[in-house]
Structures are given as structure tokens and as C-alpha cells.
């Protein structure tokens, strides 16, 4: 049985949740399909991080990518907001918004960054896509984010 636009919207809730408790990665792995071949995808160009443009497949991908993401990364005050449902794709959308910080430079930046999620029938996520400021976390990446000056047009 298709799940309910409700019922997706609280298993995504569930998983954005995960995060802004920044839930270890055995309770945020749980979320994913055991039944369906997972990806995670974090949109941008490979050579401005080594998390961008890259697929990482499986649970052991899924793995992979959020360790991958705490050796560089680390955030606060993470938070959801315009949940999109669509029962007949089974997929949510997510705005979020948060600060991160490159661990290596300890340069932060807010951002706004979306989510979109697909599930099973199970409520399980079988794919995770992201995107976020991808120019931010380079220039947090190369100590140069706060030397970058806005630009007025």
C-alpha cells in the first residue's frame, strides 16, 4: 500500500529530525531502505569538495558519505521548514537552514540548503539528495571564506 501524504510527511520530519539532533549515524543509517539499493547525493562540482557530485551507493555509500561529511564538517542550529510532499512519487522536499563549519579552518557560514527525499513503501529513504552552498564550503575549505567580499550588482 502507497503511503499517505501524512504518513510521509512524518517519516521525512523523522529524518531531518535525525539531523538537527545530530543523531549518531546508527539511528540516522536506520532510516535508510534495507530493501531498495540507497543512494546519497550531494549536488555541486567534485573540485570544490570531496563530498560534492558524487554518488555513494548503498548503505555502506550512505556511510561512507556522512563520515566522509564529519571528518570536514561539523553544524548547529539546523532547521526544516516548506515540506513538499508527492504521495504519487513517494518523495518530500525540505528547505533547511543551519551554520556549518569546516573543521580544518574553523570557518562557519549560514546556509540554506534543501533536501529531497525518496522512500519506499516501507517509509525508508532510498535516495537522499542535497544541495547546498557549494562556493561557501570551498572557500571555507581553503581558509578563504572570510576574505570573500559580497558582491553588489
Known amino acids: 500500500m502507497t503511503p499517505t501524504r501524512k504518513e510521509l510527511s512524518q517519516a521525512s520530519q523523522t529524518f531531518c529530525n535525525a539531523f538537527a539532533e545530530k543523531k549518531n549515524l546508527a539511528a540516522i543509517l536506520s532510516l535508510f531502505s534495507t530493501t531498495h539499493e540507497v543512494s546519497v547525493v550531494e549536488h555541486g562540482l567534485p573540485i570544490l569538495a570531496p563530498f560534492l557530485g558524487r554518488s555513494f551507493i548503498g548503505i555502506s555509500g550512505a556511510q561512507q558519505y556522512f563520515r566522509l561529511i564529519s571528518s570536514l564538517l561539523s553544524y548547529d542550529s539546523i532547521s526544516f521548514s ?22 580544518s579552518t574553523k570557518q562557519s557560514w549560514d546556509e540554506i540548503f534543501i533536501y529531497t527525499l525518496d522512500f519506499d513503501d516501507e517509509l525508508k529513504v532510498v535516495q537522499y539528495q542535497i544541495w547546498a552552498d557549494s562556493g561557501a564550503a570551498y572557500l571555507a575549505w581553503h581558509g578563504e571564506l572570510s576574505h570573500a567580499k559580497s558582491c553588489d550588482i
Request: net charge neutral; proline share 5%; hydrophobic share 35%.
Open 82 to 103: 516548506d515540506y513538499v510532499v508527492d504521495p504519487e512519487s513517494m518523495k518530500v522536499s525540505v528547505k533547511g537552514k543551519g551554520t556549518f563549519t569546516w573543521l
